[in-house]
Antibody, heavy 115, light 111 residues
Framework: EVQLVESGGGLVQPGGSLRLSCAASGFTFTDYSMNWVRQAPGKGLEWVSY????????YYADFVKGRFTISRDNAKSSLYLQMNSLGAEDTAVYYC????????WGQGTLVTVSS | QSVLTQPPSASGTPGQRVTISCSGSSSNIGSNYVYWYQQLPGMAPKLLIYRNNQRPSGVPDRFSGSKSGTSASLAISGLRSEDEADYYC????????????FGTGTKVTVL
């Protein structure tokens, strides 16, 4: 069974940093690209970042470029999102999702940016 | 950030057919596959349709997708109470303002 479990969310002050993790199991992690998608409270979905199977290709949404860094550790079957210079507009549930089709999603981890 | 336009709401009675539209541009829907996701209240989204009109294993054939030019649509036939949810379309975007772009979302209500 495919499982994606996010962690690392929480309350952070404006300007602060946070690192999200996504532990994958139930499939061969190296066979799939991975993504981060977020959803602000009561709002729609936003595609945040994409990383290819081998790290060779990485994309970011314009609204996080220069602030967020996506990475993966294939040996640990894990995906990461380093988030710096956080602002209130980054408050959201962050989901990791598998493949270009986003065929499997984790349950999400809530990031709240507030003083 | 939503680049794909959907109607905010749609509704129908049990057994009816409901259609949701998704309008984009040449850089996204016009040149890439369309995906559809269902999000039940308090849950993570779930893939409903991939590559314009393909259903993952386990998705009922009441759900169907189509694409024409820079627009796409999702049809739900034989509407059931458990179909009440938010629905989002998505597509990769060649302009790379984001890895991909989502629709604005449509809330489907079963009357």
């Amino acid at each position: 069974e495919v499982q994606l479990v996010e962690s690392g969310g929480g309350l952070v002050q404006p300007g602060g940093s946070l690192r999200l993790s996504c532990a994958a199991s139930g499939f061969t992690f190296t066979d799939y690209s991975m993504n981060w998608v977020r959803q602000a409270p009561g709002k729609g979905l936003e595609w945040v970042s994409y990383i290819s199977r081998s790290d060779g290709t990485i994309y970011y949404a314009d609204f996080v470029k220069g602030r967020f860094t996506i990475s993966r550790d294939n040996a640990k079957s894990s995906l990461y999102l380093q988030m710096n210079s956080l602002g209130a507009e980054d408050t959201a549930v962050y989901y990791c999702a598998r493949d270009v089709s986003l065929d499997y999603w984790g349950q999400g981890t809530l990031v709240t940016v507030s003083s | 950030q939503s680049v794909l336009t959907q109607p905010p709401s749609a509704s129908g009675t049990p057994g009816q057919r409901v259609t949701i539209s998704c309008s984009g541009s040449s850089s996204n829907i016009g040149s890439n596959y369309v995906y559809w996701y269902q999000q039940l209240p308090g849950m993570a989204p779930k893939l409903l349709i991939y590559r314009n009109n393909q259903r993952p294993s386990g998705v009922p054939d009441r759900f169907s997708g189509s694409k024409s030019g820079t627009s796409a649509s999702l049809a739900i036939s034989g509407l059931r109470s458990e179909d009440e949810a938010d629905y989002y379309c998505a597509a990769w975007d060649d302009s790379l303002i984001a890895p991909g772009v989502f629709g604005t979302g449509t809330k489907v209500t079963v009357l």
